[in-house]
């Protein structure tokens, strides 16, 4: 994989603990400051208990001086995640008993490991929502980005968590153009159980459309959990294609799924020599795969031009066609709000204020 970022070769080194059969000899002649730099990256793609504890029982079996260094960084994931996780819980219980139906989506799905923020579906009204975390837990609202506004979702600092809470209410997607899916959504949770502490999750078809929207129509990036996640949850044989072409359909983004899933399978197929099985109708929507992602910048990037545009383009045609004219009006607003993003960034270094 090309590497742009000066990272070197550490991507590959998680790939290959991540989906590789064999643990990665290069780890041996990191020095300490190598090893802090993989650990950053490792923090970054939220894989940390996913490919470190490897590293730290080989490094514990030849006496590796940087043991340590290892078992520590994974103590200290654990601690924070152990401490998210208890807070997260009460949130979502203090909110479903004021009557706001909650689900917990994406962050639980990197689990051993955890994002950096915890975020949260409801379609209660906002008011509802800010009373009770203010209430409740004291929280404090983030600034709100324009994209933030569009999308209707809110950010929330809660006292002795180190997470924000990031609260989708009522729409998904970039410009809030998504409101059957997050429906769908709530309808369809189930309860998942994650060290004592219970939570609401969507179900697999759910996810996949989430990681869509988040990954091929905002970020235009991948993690290394999002690959991994993804194949766990393609193996683990509980995904309703059926359901997910209905789904992504309704949204406009059949197209946009089905090269999410090649691209996942690619990514993994370059690491173990094999890809994840995908249905014939995934392969013939997708537009591209995992030779058009590049490591730059520390992410796997998908490219915006000409690739990310077209499924863009098919999105907004199948909203218009669909009859979604609301959902059609926010998200023919996103490349006024990607233009305005890219003049930010070039200015001050952040697009933060846009998206």
Same mark, same amino acid.
């Given at each position: 994989m090309t590497d742009h970022s000066g990272s070197n070769g550490h991507i590959d080194i998680l790939s290959e603990l991540l989906f590789g059969?064999?643990?990665?000899?290069?780890?041996?002649?990191e020095d300490?400051? =190598?090893?802090? @730099?993989?650990?950053?990256?490792?923090?970054?793609h939220h894989v940390?208990?996913?490919?470190?504890?490897?590293?730290?029982?080989?490094?514990?079996?030849?006496?590796? %001086?940087?043991?340590?260094?290892?078992?520590?960084?994974? $103590?200290?994931?654990?601690?924070?995640?152990?401490?998210?996780l208890a807070s997260l819980e009460t949130i979502c219980d203090a909110l479903i008993a004021a009557g706001h139906p909650v689900t917990v989506i994406k962050s639980l799905e990197h689990y051993p490991d955890l994002g950096s923020d915890l975020d949260l579906f409801s379609n209660a009204s906002p008011a509802q929502i800010l009373r009770i975390?203010?209430?409740?837990? *004291?929280?404090?609202?983030?600034?709100?980005?324009? =994209?933030?506004?569009?999308?209707?979702?809110?950010?929330?600092?809660?006292?002795?968590?180190?997470?924000?809470?990031?609260?989708?209410?009522?729409?998904? =997607? $970039?410009?809030?153009?998504?409101?059957a899916l997050g429906d769908s959504l709530i309808a369809h949770s189930c309860v998942r159980e994650i060290e004592g502490h219970r939570f609401r999750v969507p179900d697999p078809a759910d996810r996949l459309i989430l990681s869509t929207l988040q990954r091929m129509y905002r970020h235009y990036y991948l993690r290394l959990c999002d690959v991994a996640d993804t194949c766990t949850l393609l193996?683990?044989?509980?995904?309703?294609? &059926?359901?997910? @072409?209905?789904?992504? &359909?309704l949204g406009g983004m059949w197209k946009g799924v089905s090269t999410f899933l090649r691209v996942v399978s690619d990514y993994v197929e370059r690491y173990r020599g094999r890809g994840v099985f995908l249905p014939a109708a995934v392969q013939q929507a997708a537009q591209f795969g995992g030779d058009q992602v590049t490591f730059q910048r520390g992410f796997l990037?998908?490219?915006?031009? %000409?690739?990310?545009? @077209?499924?863009?383009?098919?999105?907004? *045609?199948?909203?218009?066609?669909? =009859?979604?004219?609301?959902?059609?009006?926010?998200?023919?607003?996103? %490349?006024?709000?990607?233009?305005?993003?890219?003049?930010?960034? @070039?200015?001050?270094?952040?697009?933060? *204020?846009?998206?």
């Open positions: 059969s064999e643990f990665p000899q290069s780890l041996f002649s300490a400051g =190598g090893l802090e @730099r993989l650990l950053a990256l490792a923090n970054s940390i208990l996913r490919t470190f504890p490897e590293i730290n029982r080989t490094f514990e079996e030849h006496n590796n %001086p940087n043991a340590p260094f290892v078992g520590i960084a994974i $103590q200290d994931e654990k601690t924070r995640i152990s401490q998210a975390m203010r209430q409740n837990f *004291g929280a404090e609202l983030a600034p709100r980005s324009w =994209g933030d506004r569009l999308a209707n979702k809110w950010n929330f600092v809660v006292p002795h968590l180190k997470e924000l809470i990031e609260a989708h209410i009522g729409r998904l =997607g $970039q410009t809030g153009e998504q409101v193996e683990s044989q509980q995904v309703d294609f &059926d359901r997910l @072409r209905h789904l992504a &359909d990037r998908i490219p915006i031009m %000409p690739h990310s545009a @077209r499924l863009y383009a098919a999105q907004l *045609g199948a909203l218009i066609a669909n =009859g979604e004219l609301r959902g059609s009006m926010r998200l023919s607003l996103l %490349p006024c709000l990607a233009t305005a993003a890219l003049v930010e960034y @070039r200015m001050t270094g952040s697009d933060k *204020g846009v998206w």
